[in-house]
């Protein structure tokens, strides 16, 4: 399901990973899934500035409580999430 729902790059998709980056069982996956999605998100010609700023949150999130990798992924795409939307 989680990485199913990787691959939409919508902030409805990010809304439904949230819970299960708390789950230790499932933190992982769902952290790979914010990155997805958000590195979607963050590639998109069109992202606003509001989204931008929706994927802040939980990219902070996963930098903080994920594998080394996942969290540098996580805080590289928070720093562009930043940027687009005008922090």
Do not use: C, F, M
Not at 20 to 34: K, Q, W
Not at 52 to 81: C, I, K, T
Request: avoid cysteine; proline fraction near 5%; charge should be positive.
């Amino acid at each position: 399901l989680l990485g199913a729902l990787g691959q939409i790059p919508t902030v409805e998709a990010l809304q439904l990973v949230l819970p299960y980056l708390e789950d230790t069982a499932t933190r992982n996956e769902a952290g790979a899934a914010v990155v997805a999605i958000a590195g979607k998100l963050v590639g998109a010609e069109t992202l606003s500035a509001a989204v931008a700023h929706q994927l802040l949150e939980p990219l902070g999130r996963v930098a903080a409580g994920a594998n080394p990798d996942l969290a540098r992924r996580a805080r590289n795409l928070a720093d562009q999430a930043r940027k687009k939307a005008g922090l």
